[in-house]
């Protein structure tokens, strides 16, 4: 036998008729032939549907074993005038088993002069042991633009004046099936006179603009909402099926994912031309991801609409939800920025020249890190402005005297305030990130071997100071000439959870402040929630 599945309307039972006149076509001689007469008694019977040799059977009525055994009683006689006694069994997957059962036999072992051809939808529900027997012909979908070149055609033959658009949303309607398309087109016809109007189509067929698909769809990229609910209730309003605009913006926004992806575009979306240029241009500003997760909540949510009992509402509340997502950037475009911070990161970050260290090999290497970095801060502080270095010496240092110079700090007046403010200046040059805790000092004791600091702040500021102990000596010893001794303390009296507190607090307010933060929160287009200080 001879097997034709596929989906509905695709031409299995007319491919089976065209075979059968080949096979009976009186004009053919030797063999059969491609191409039957249509002229021949009988191409002209099997064409009126009246053969006497080709029988066609509808499985889903004649489905029991009772007419199958009469069935197999039959062809035991040989055909009235043709080659062959065809049989053909329209949707045969709807056979009982014993139905079946008893095909078999005579499937297996027909006469030669009878022929078996089936067509069904469902192949599956057929059984292994008729399938092993039958050669099988698998039919597809027909695509748009075949089904509406063949109305084209048609209705230019017949003199029907029909636009493009027109015909295409007709065989939008057929999904895949020229049955049913033609159908549409009929019904089409006969309702209108003259030119035949693409809103009187819409009306006949109580369908849904394609135009109105694609502005829902704008707005949603665009971020339009109070737009979507209007469009949302006029087409309530008109009394179209809500849970079909559902699943038609189903498909058009995987539709515009595959076109946003740019692969097989032409095989995985079957719209016209001019549909494929719109989602192209409507795509183009958006990501891959967001439609993705716009397509993740409509199929989500697909089960809530179509059981809901207000399905307007239910619609309604998946667009507001679409909104509450903010669009997520591509991981490549993710990673783009991350190094970007790096390399900004590092690039602001000092240089240390490279040098070969004179110290003793028994000297620490963080004591010449120390030196070269107190050696650069003195450096900077003598190229600084004279008038505001003037300001801060005390009255016997000069702009620029930093050499060792054996002073003697307590014959200076001990001015706290002025001592404080030039090791300050001199400092921050090169590590302005101990100002602030500088700032908030107290020079307890000034004398020629010691500098007492009581530092505020608690133990993070305390902390950070005393790491750089031996950078701040190596200032003091470059400035007065002579070995001072640093003397770093937390102030006394001071609560430890109210320390604590304002420790956190700084580092908080530090880090809201962090160019690095601000960048992060501009490209994710996020905001801090909470810091966490430990």
Excluded: W
């Excluded at 097989?264 to 990501?287: R, T």
């Excluded at 450096?379 to 060792?404: F, R, Y």
């Excluded at 002073?407 to 921050?428: A, C, H």
């Amino acid at each position: 036998g001879i097997l034709f599945s596929g989906p509905r309307g695709t031409g299995k039972t007319t491919i089976a008729r065209i075979l059968a006149k080949s096979m009976n076509c009186s004009n053919n001689k030797k063999e059969p032939s491609p191409n039957p007469c249509n002229e021949c008694r009988s191409c002209k019977e099997i064409t009126s549907g009246n053969a006497a040799d080709v029988f066609e059977i509808d499985g889903a009525s004649n489905n029991s074993v009772d007419q199958i055994r009469n069935l197999r009683e039959n062809i035991k006689y040989m055909p009235a005038h043709s080659p062959y006694k065809i049989y053909i069994i329209d949707e045969v997957h709807m056979l009982s088993i014993a139905a079946f059962n008893a095909l078999l036999k005579t499937l297996e072992e027909p006469p030669a002069h009878v022929m078996f051809m089936f067509a069904t939808t469902d192949p599956n529900k057929i059984p292994t042991t008729i399938l092993s027997r039958c050669q099988r012909h698998d039919l597809r979908r027909i695509s748009l633009e075949a089904i509406s070149e063949h109305m084209e055609h048609l209705c230019k033959n017949e003199g029907v004046d029909i636009a493009s658009e027109s015909l295409e949303l007709i065989a939008r309607e057929a999904d895949g099936s020229m049955r049913d398309a033609l159908s549409l087109l009929d019904q089409v016809i006969s309702c209108c006179e003259g030119k035949v109007n693409h809103d009187h189509i819409i009306n006949v067929l109580g369908v849904i603009d394609r135009k109105i698909i694609f502005d829902i769809s704008g707005a949603v990229l665009s971020g339009k909402i109070p737009e979507i609910l209007d469009m949302v209730d006029e087409i309530y309003a008109r009394g179209h099926d809500l849970k079909i605009l559902y699943s038609t913006l189903i498909e058009h926004f995987r539709n515009l994912l595959i076109v946003k992806m740019g692969k097989i575009v032409n095989k995985l979306v079957d719209v016209p031309a001019h549909e494929l240029n719109m989602m192209k241009e409507q795509v183009q500003p958006v990501s891959n991801i967001f439609l993705n997760q716009i397509l993740d909540i409509l199929f989500n949510q697909e089960a809530a609409v179509k059981l809901s009992a207000k399905p307007k509402i239910a619609l309604e509340m998946v667009f507001i939800r679409m909104f509450e997502i903010k669009p997520a950037l591509p991981i490549d475009t993710l990673i783009e920025k991350f190094d970007t911070l790096g390399k900004e990161l590092f690039s602001s970050l000092p240089e240390k020249p490279e040098q070969k260290s004179n110290m003793p090999p028994n000297v620490p290497d963080t004591y010449q890190t120390d030196k070269e970095e107190a050696d650069s801060t003195i450096k900077s502080a003598q190229t600084s402005q004279s008038s505001s270095v003037t300001q801060c010496l005390p009255d016997n240092l000069e702009p620029g005297n930093l050499e060792p110079s054996n002073i003697d700090i307590d014959n200076l007046g001990n001015d706290p305030v002025k001592i404080k403010k030039r090791l300050l200046d001199i400092i921050t040059e090169k590590h302005p990130s101990l100002k602030h805790p500088l700032e908030n000092s107290t020079l307890k004791k000034i004398s020629n071997e010691d500098i007492e600091l009581d530092i505020n702040g608690g133990g993070f500021h305390l902390n950070m100071i005393k790491r750089k102990k031996d950078v701040l000596e190596k200032i003091c010893c470059k400035l007065f000439g002579k070995k001072i001794n640093i003397i770093i303390s937390a102030k006394k009296g001071t609560d430890n959870n109210n320390n604590k507190a304002n420790t956190n607090g700084l580092l908080k307010q530090d880090a809201f402040n962090h160019h690095l933060v601000a960048e992060a929160i501009e490209i994710f287009k996020g905001k801090v929630v909470d810091v966490k200080t430990s």
